[in-house]
């Protein structure tokens, strides 16, 4: 039953248990190739990127859903602590960087509509924000080409890995209206939005 609220009623649950305890943060994995997931954890929760992690899970754990695709994920950290802490914050911030970021280059061009891309290099000039595309629904892309959602799996990697390994951070999830297409938001840890 998607999209009805549960998953965020559920994250909400989580988030009031633990910190009945004293916790003040919470950490969990998705797979950065799922949309849907990623408007969720960025722009709902407003998770934080720590950590891209190659085949978490090992390259194949037998289930055919992970078959020939491996199992790449984000490791997130969500900040629940009391002072912090506001659920309607991440849609705010979201809705506020949504008209900013209309040119950013595409770090991982032709990855969605080709299958195999490579990398946009930069000179010392880092761009302030970069986008890395993904497509609407990985499952339909796999269930048409297996080598094309494979394909994506390893831009995206090389992507993620290295933005995150230049300094910059996965701050939200953008879709497109006009052209379906769907975009993360990554900025330099120099630019202040």
């Known amino acids: ?9 559920l994250k909400e649950f989580q988030r009031d248990a633990v910190r009945e305890i004293g916790a003040t943060r919470m950490y969990w994995t998705y797979d950065p190739l799922v949309a849907r997931n990623a408007h969720f954890n960025l722009n709902r929760l407003g998770v934080r990127v720590v950590e891209y992690v190659k085949n978490m899970y090992g390259a194949d754990t037998g289930s055919a859903m992970h078959s020939g695709f491996g199992t790449d994920r984000f490791v997130v950290d969500w900040n629940i602590g009391a002072d912090s802490f506001d659920i309607d914050a991440p849609a705010a911030q979201h809705a506020a960087m949504t008209g900013s970021i209309g040119s950013a280059p595409l770090l991982n061009a032709g990855a969605v509509d080709h299958g195999h891309a490579e990398i946009t290099h930069f000179d010392k000039n880092l761009p302030a924000i970069l986008h890395v595309e993904i497509p609407a629904d990985i499952f339909a892309v796999r269930a048409k080409s297996a080598e094309r959602a494979s394909n994506l799996r390893e831009s995206t990697r090389r992507a993620f890995r ?24 990554l900025t330099h840890a120099s630019t202040n939005l």
């Open 162 to 185: 290295w933005a995150l390994a230049n300094d910059y951070s996965v701050d939200s999830f953008e879709h497109d209206d006009i052209t379906g297409r769907m975009f993360y938001v």
């Open 1 to 9: 039953v998607q999209n009805h609220g549960i998953g965020r009623r």
